[in-house]
């Protein structure tokens, strides 16, 4: 039976996608997350989940495939998940006070279809002490999120202000993946 595969290991997209009602199953695209300095943060989130999508597409042809990718950008800086603490808290010292964008790219693959697109929120963050940032960092939290801070978690504390989608911060802009995976079922009804 066809399935829905999340191409992504991200407990953050598992939780969302369960919390929507989705049944799907996880498997990891294992796609290198490189890009070439200077690309667009619009085509590197897309282009990443493609690959992601595409790498599991590839295994999986009768499946539905959803890849995505997430990064931050602040005044043209693209930031992902720092490499270690100090990376860290470089990151929060940037975006401290000040106004970022979250982006995040998917790609929904169905047989010969493939959707992709992006969504784009902006968060202001507080002005940020350095024993707070210090504090923040050392924690695991930050480790494994593009711009070094989880809004779903203490990272919460840093946020004064979100214009867009929350979920889409967290990793996966729920509310407009299952419009297009409804969108789907239905035109495969239609056919
Ligand atoms: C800004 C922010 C990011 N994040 C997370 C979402 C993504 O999981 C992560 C960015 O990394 P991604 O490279 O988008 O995803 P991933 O490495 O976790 O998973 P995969 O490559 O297998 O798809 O940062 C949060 O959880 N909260 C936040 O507030």
Do not use: W
């Amino acid at each position: 039976m066809p399935m829905l595969l999340l191409a992504s290991t991200s407990p953050r997209r598992s939780e969302l996608l369960k919390m929507a009602g989705y049944e799907f199953n996880v498997t990891s695209s294992d796609v290198s997350e490189g890009y070439l300095r200077g690309t667009p943060p619009i085509q590197i989130v897309e282009q990443l989940a493609a690959r992601k999508a595409e790498a599991v597409a590839k295994l999986n042809p009768q499946d539905t495939v959803l890849g995505a990718d997430t990064v931050v950008v602040y005044k043209g800086r693209v930031l992902g998940k720092p490499k270690d603490p100090e990376d860290a808290k470089a990151m929060l010292r940037l975006l401290s006070g000040n106004v970022h964008q979250v982006y995040t790219g998917y790609c929904v693959i169905c047989g010969k279809e493939m959707i992709r697109g992006h969504e784009c929120t902006s968060v202001e963050f507080y002005p940020l002490s350095e024993a707070e940032i210090s504090a923040y960092c050392e924690t695991p939290e930050p480790m494994d999120k593009a711009g070094a801070y989880a809004i779903q978690g203490r990272g919460a504390l840093f946020i004064k202000r979100i214009d867009g989608d929350f979920y889409n911060v967290m990793g996966l802009p729920i509310g407009k993946i299952n419009r297009i995976l409804a969108g789907l079922k239905n035109s495969s009804k239609e056919s």
